[in-house]
């Protein structure tokens, strides 16, 4: 034996080899945990895309490589693009209509008799104006693809009727009873032209801060708001004439 064979077969019987610590092995999570993850990560990869693209332009093999899952995943959760977008759809709509009815309510039980248009311009449009200026893209996505829908009759009619006729004909119940004298009929073209500049608002063209060189931005939410319920208070003092 040599003697470097010597040395190292000495050493070798002075320090033995550690044996290797078996890793620990990780928990699986929970099935339905692992499933609200999963369809979390697909709803929102489906908002962003539809926001940007429309129902036509989205695909379920682009929102599974969105979403960084396979195709069949999506087709094993939500079957079709159709029943994709529905869920889309909901998930927030139910939050941010609560948020408005909850918001109408306090404002009436609160002010009763002594409410004003303002008042419940401001119960209905605030909640939502100060949900989006916490500038959460998801919110923001969601808040593009409600103004998509709103703006085409050819895609997303009944999820609106769904989800967002109940809170409408709540808002304009107490714009009802603010103003009596006025007709239902200016009281739902009322309600139309406040969709609209709604709608052009939630869309966040940017079109507005080309038009004043920055000196307003689609992003300003509470500014949107404060205006909005300028303009459409003058607005309805009008129509009550």
Known sequence: MTTDTA????????????ARTPRPKVPLKPKA???????????????????????????????????????????????????LFTATFGRRAEVVNTMRLNSLDRYEETLGDAMTVRGVLDAFLRPL??????????WLSYAALVAQVNNTPVWGGDAMHQHFDPVIHRFIDLLRRVSPETSE??????????????????????RIDALSNGLCRSSEMIAI?????????????????
């Open 7 to 18: 040395a190292r077969t000495s050493a070798s019987k002075a320090n033995p080899p550690r």
């Open 185 to 206: 009929r200016q009281l739902f073209w009322f309600y139309h032209l406040l969709s609209g500049a709604l709608t052009l608002s939630l869309a966040q063209t940017g």
């Open 129 to 138: 104006f100060e949900l989006l200026d916490q500038g959460d893209p998801a």
């Open 225 to 241: 708001c404060d205006a909005m319920e300028a303009v459409f208070t003058g607005g309805f003092e009008a129509l009550r004439r």
């Open 33 to 83: 945990q692992r499933r609200e993850e999963t369809t979390g990560r697909i709803l929102d990869a489906a908002e962003r895309l539809f926001a940007r693209d429309g129902l036509h332009g989205v695909t379920l093999k682009a929102v599974a490589a969105e979403a960084g899952v396979d195709t069949a995943l999506v087709h094993y959760y939500f079957e079709d693009k159709a029943k």
